[in-house]
């Protein structure tokens, strides 16, 4: 496990970089886990992350590849760029919902 220090917050993370505890997520949150795995947050990050937290919110799922480029507006080719290393599992760290079904 590791720990995460965001502002005055220690967070903690589980082996593969997921939150142990998905409630202490915040923006802060994901900017020190999308620093962690070099991903420097932009306008079109937060489109793809603020649609994942929605979608876990409503279906109790963390969304697939195939469903964020069907749903929010980011299509596959931008995914790739935007996430360029096993876009779907960095995407979920970073918004701080659990590891997608099917993600290695």
Known sequence: MTQLQVKEETVELNDDGFLVEPDKWSRD???AIAKENKVEMTDRHW???DF???DYQES???PTVRR???NSGVDTKELYK???VRPGGTAARIAGV???EGCV
Request: overall charge positive; glycine content about 4%.
């Open 29 to 31: 949150v994901a900017e």
């Open 47 to 49: 489109v793809v992350i």
């Open 52 to 54: 994942m937290r929605k």
């Open 60 to 62: 109790g799922k963390s």
């Open 68 to 70: 964020i480029t069907k």
């Open 82 to 84: 935007l996430f360029p």
């Open 98 to 100: 659990p590891k997608p």
